[in-house]
């Protein structure tokens, strides 16, 4: 007989991502219909990868950001662009782009994030933060920008300016990203499952779904008889 999922102790997930990533919010919100579908709970940790580290303060067009970065002509910015709006719209995500759309620096980000994670707050940070960056069209490497994003998820406003203006966690901030990418992680969304399996890439719903079937059947396995 199958396990009841509810009494399944919530899996271990942890999320290599950046802020200015669609694929990783595209990626999450699938994980999250897997969930929803199986009924298998997950603690979500969010980790931090910057994909682009050396983006000045100023940000840059992003139009001219996807040219430069990856050759893409205006067509294909088209195209993929139009790709995305669909798959966000199937998953209740509303990516807003205009010419003015930018690229902006994330580490004060993933500052905040990991100041976050100690008031058990990271993940509606990170989703307020993909709202306010992909819907909004809001600069999320802004300090006050930053601080009202955390306050609006229950973080103290006065906390988080501080955190953003000492750089109290820029250095494990640094040391969380290196210890991923000297683990290979060089693109995101990167989730690792139960410290043991590796998917990158946005894999869809059902992909991850087998993913926590293949979890749950292990655990039940090497469970007591």
């Known amino acids: 007989m199958p396990q009841d999922t509810a009494e399944i102790p919530p899996l271990q997930i942890d999320i290599v991502s950046d802020v200015m990533c669609p694929w990783c919010i595209i990626g999450f919100r699938q994980l999250e219909q897997a969930l929803g579908a199986t009924g298998i709970g997950a603690f979500i940790r969010w980790h931090p990868f910057e994909l682009n580290p050396n983006m000045p303060p100023e940000g840059q067009n992003l139009r001219e950001h996807i040219a430069e970065k990856y050759g893409a002509t205006p067509e294909q910015s088209a195209q993929n662009r139009a790709q995305l709006l669909a798959i966000g719209?199937?998953?209740?995500?509303?990516?807003?782009?205009s010419d003015s759309s930018r690229i902006v620096n994330t580490f004060a980000a993933h500052q905040l994030l990991d100041w976050a994670q100690e008031h058990n707050l990271q993940h509606p940070l990170k989703m307020a933060l993909f709202n306010a960056h992909f819907t909004a069209g809001r600069d999320v490497s802004d300090t006050d920008?930053?601080?009202?994003?955390?306050?609006?998820?229950?973080l103290d406003a006065d906390q988080a300016r501080d955190v953003l203006g000492s750089g109290s966690h820029a250095t494990q901030t640094r040391a969380r990203q290196q210890f991923w990418t000297e683990r290979g992680i060089s693109g995101v969304p990167a989730m690792v499952f139960e410290g043991k399996y590796l998917l990158t890439g946005a894999q869809g719903a059902e992909n991850y779904a087998q993913m926590l079937h293949k979890l749950v059947q292990e655990r039940a396995e090497a469970a007591p008889a």
């Open 145 to 154: 920008v930053l601080v009202e994003v955390a306050h609006s998820v229950g």
């Open 89 to 97: 719209a199937d998953l209740g995500i509303d990516f807003t782009y």
